[in-house]
């Protein structure tokens, strides 16, 4: 009885997902939803303003660019799935972003909850691969020192944690998926250090895995493959928003957004899981950065607080 009742109230809580008065159409095989609709449904105000659609309610401003992936939520950055579509002074967002961005974003309530014990964290490559290379230092040794002090600070937290590696060690890449597994794990957090051949580049992204239906942040075509990790959909985007949030305020960094990627770590683990880009070891700020303890502690704790702001938010009740 107490689960039936527990259901009825989940179910009456939940927002709008698709009633008859939200208006759908197809663009490009993509089937797109009225903004306004969906947005007004959930108590959200929206208006358009030089040039941009912006919904406002629940304590968030989201503001969408008709004519780029990109929008903004509190000034933060994410990468959307499709590009909105314009048409008679109207914007319309595909339902795959409905689902798998917007939902989980502005009512983080429908997210599946589970309590948090155990995280796996992966330190980007290691031993003979030697990941990105900066001027002073290379990204499997700056990995490898973030992630045992995030290991130390999640344990002072009571979580339990397992690791890729602890030392500089290569672990082959299609292990990894298996090693989560394995562990049971309920988050993984993989680390690693962007590099680019434009020195001037700085800044934090945080990936999570692309659904199926949709083409990567960085291109590519769209994809229809279903991955493991891909059950974990909604979880995965607000773990990634979390943390990427939670990374900007610990460092003050640059916000290059939160992004989707079908990275092999992140295609065959079975719980939410993101990869963090810390910073670009190509910058030579960054990489100094990098390189200081007091600079990875801001960083560790960083990502150690959108783990927790994670877990609170899907805590069973």
């Known amino acids: 009885m107490c ?39 959930n108590k959200f105000r929206t208006f358009e303003q030089k040039g941009s659609f912006n919904a406002v309610g629940r304590g968030y401003l989201c503001v969408f660019d008709k004519d780029q992936r990109r929008m903004l939520c509190n000034n933060g950055k994410i990468e959307l799935l499709h590009v909105p579509h314009s048409e008679n002074n109207s914007l319309w967002v595909s339902n795959l972003d409905w689902f798998k961005t917007l939902r989980p974003l502005l009512f983080p309530a429908t997210v599946p ?32 020192k973030v992630g045992l002090r995030l290991a130390e600070i999640l344990r002072s937290y009571g979580f339990q944690v ?21 562990y049971g794990s309920d988050l993984f957090v993989s680390v690693h250090v962007n590099s680019t051949s434009a020195r001037t580049v700085k800044g934090i992204e945080t990936y999570c895995l692309t659904p199926a239906g949709a083409a990567s942040s960085n291109g590519g075509k769209i994809s229809n493959t279903v991955y493991a990790g891909n ?14 949030q939670s990374l900007l305020r610990r460092t003050g960094a640059v916000d290059r957004g939160v992004k989707r990627a079908r990275f092999a770590v992140l295609r065959d683990i079975n719980a ?21 303890k007091s600079y990875i502690d801001k960083v560790a704790y960083g990502i150690v607080d959108g783990i927790v702001q994670f877990s609170r938010t899907t805590k069973p009740k």
């Open 272 to 292: 939410p899981g993101v990869l963090v880009e810390i910073g670009f070891i190509t910058n030579a700020g960054e990489e100094r950065k990098l390189n200081e």
């Open 162 to 182: 397992h690791m890729t590696r602890t030392s500089d060690i290569y672990v082959p890449i299609d292990q990894i998926g298996a090693m989560q597994k394995r």
């Open 231 to 244: 059950k974990q959909d909604p979880a995965n985007f607000l773990l990634a928003w979390n943390i990427q």
């Open 3 to 41: 689960r039936f009742l527990c259901l009825i109230f989940i179910l009456a809580a939940m927002p709008l997902l698709f009633a008859a008065s939200v208006r759908q159409k197809t663009v490009k095989q993509v089937r797109y939803s009225n903004l306004y609709d969906l947005m007004s449904g």
């Open 113 to 144: 909850r589970k309590k948090i014990t155990s995280i796996m964290i992966d330190m980007g490559h290691g031993g003979k691969d030697p990941g990105a290379l900066g001027a002073i230092s290379k990204e499997k040794m700056i990995t490898l």
